[in-house]
Every structure is written in structure tokens, then in C-alpha cells.
């Protein structure tokens, strides 16, 4: 069974600064990982997908890697600005149990001005 | 390009009632998912319509149903609605079954159930 863990589970940061995003799975047969920001009761927004085959994904500040033999994905973020302030969740689409999404709980990011 | 778009954004129901959540999905997208997010979690997979077929299914009881119609919009539909039934009910589309563009999702309808 696919399991999706997110860290750290919260974090706060000075406007500015450049972070990082952890996400891990436990089974490497995917097809993809797609990293989705949640604004408070809304919505997911899709950020960047990243294929089984490719090692990492750019738009504008934001830079995700994987490293499927591993189980890991990494979301950079850099230069933060308040207006980054939202969950950021990532969710991997398997091999083994079909085409739904599994997600992890999220990081909830909090950019200070 | 329309995106996904769920109606209605809110909605109270009392414990026994039956709902009905509806999903447009994204123009050009044949396959629609719903997914389940309680508070502070990150979103379950309920099932998956590829094509007007259910095409999938998590690990939720017989009373959550759905329908996809030949334009490709989708129903949810729960009865018998359980206090914990009470969600962000989130629904995605993609071309294909989402394994080359991933999926696009709505904004959601909060279900409160009381």
C-alpha cells in the first residue's frame, strides 16, 4: 500500500528566504508526482508535474525534483513572498492500484513580511 | 479553456439525508475523480469515471455513488449521510486517465453534515 509522507508538517519563514519541501512514498512504481497548493478552504492548484522518467520540473520560482528509487521529492522554493502562504500537498499516481492520486497531508507554509 | 467547476460550493444536510455534488470537467477531459478531504488531511480518493465507466475505487461504502454523463460531467452522490460524511468533496478531471497531464481539479463543495 502507497504511502505518502509530508515534512516538515508546518513551517514558518521571513519573506525572502528560499525553502525546501520534503515529500517521500514507499513504493518507487509510479507514473508520476504532482505538487498542488491549497489555499485555505479552497480548492488544489496544480504547481508541477513530474513524470517517473524526469528528475525535475521548473515554473518561475518554484523547482520540484524526484528521486523515484529513492521514494523522495523535494519542492524549492525560492525568494518566498507572503503570497506563498498556503498547503502544499503532493500526490503520486501509481502503478499497482490503478489511477487515483495518493496524497500526503501537506505542508502548511507561512511566509512572514 | 474552462477549468473544473463543482457546484455547489456549500451546503448544510442533516444526518439521513442523501446529496447530490456536481462536477463540470475541464473542456476536452473524458475522466473525472472525486476525492474526499476532511479537515487537516490531505484529500482520499473515492472513485474514478473514465469514459461514463467507473473506473476505480477507494476504500469507501456502497452508499457513496456516482455517474459520468456522455458530456462528461459527474455526479456524487451520498446517502444516508454520516456526521463524518462532513468534507471538502473535491473533484479532478484529466485527458486520458491522467498518468501524462496529471489532473486539474475544482474548488471544491464543503459538506457539512449536522
Given amino acids: 500500500k502507497q504511502e505518502v509522507t509530508q515534512i516538515p508538517a508546518a513551517l514558518s519563514v521571513p519573506e525572502g528566504e528560499n525553502l525546501v ?15 498542488f497548493r491549497q489555499d485555505p478552504g479552497k480548492g488544489l492548484t496544480s504547481l508541477l ?14 523547482n520540484a525534483s524526484l528521486d523515484k528509487s529513492s521514494g523522495r521529492s523535494t519542492l524549492y522554493i525560492a525568494a518566498s513572498q507572503p503570497g506563498d502562504s498556503a498547503t502544499y500537498l503532493c500526490a503520486v499516481m ?13 505542508t502548511i ?4 513580511s | 479553456e474552462t477549468g473544473v467547476t463543482q457546484s455547489p460550493t456549500h451546503l448544510i444536510k442533516t444526518r439521513g439525508q442523501q446529496v447530490t455534488l456536481r462536477c463540470s470537467s475541464q473542456s476536452g477531459h473524458n475522466t473525472v475523480s472525486w476525492y474526499q478531504q476532511a479537515l487537516g488531511q490531505g484529500p482520499q480518493f473515492i472513485f474514478q469515471y473514465y469514459r461514463e465507466e467507473e473506473n476505480g475505487r477507494g476504500n469507501f461504502p456502497p ?4 455517474l459520468q454523463f456522455p458530456n462528461y460531467s ?3 452522490n451520498v ?11 473535491l473533484c479532478a478531471s484529466s485527458g486520458g ?3 501524462t497531464y496529471g489532473y486539474t481539479f475544482g474548488s471544491g463543495t464543503r459538506l457539512t453534515v449536522v
Fill in chain 1, 21 to 35: 519541501l520534503n515529500c517521500s512514498f514507499t513504493d518507487s512504481a509510479i507514473y508520476n508526482l504532482q505538487w
Fill in chain 1, 49 to 62: 508535474l513530474i513524470q517517473s522518467s524526469q528528475r525535475e520540473q521548473t515554473s518561475g520560482r518554484l
Fill in chain 1, 94 to 106: 501509481g502503478m499497482e492500484y490503478g489511477n487515483k492520486l495518493v496524497f500526503g497531508a501537506g
Fill in chain 1, 109 to 112: 507554509l507561512r511566509v512572514k
Fill in chain 2, 63 to 66: 452508499r457513496f455513488s456516482g
Fill in chain 2, 74 to 76: 459527474s455526479e456524487l
Fill in chain 2, 79 to 89: 446517502n444516508a449521510l454520516e456526521l463524518d460524511d462532513s468534507a471538502l468533496y
Fill in chain 2, 97 to 99: 486517465q491522467g498518468a
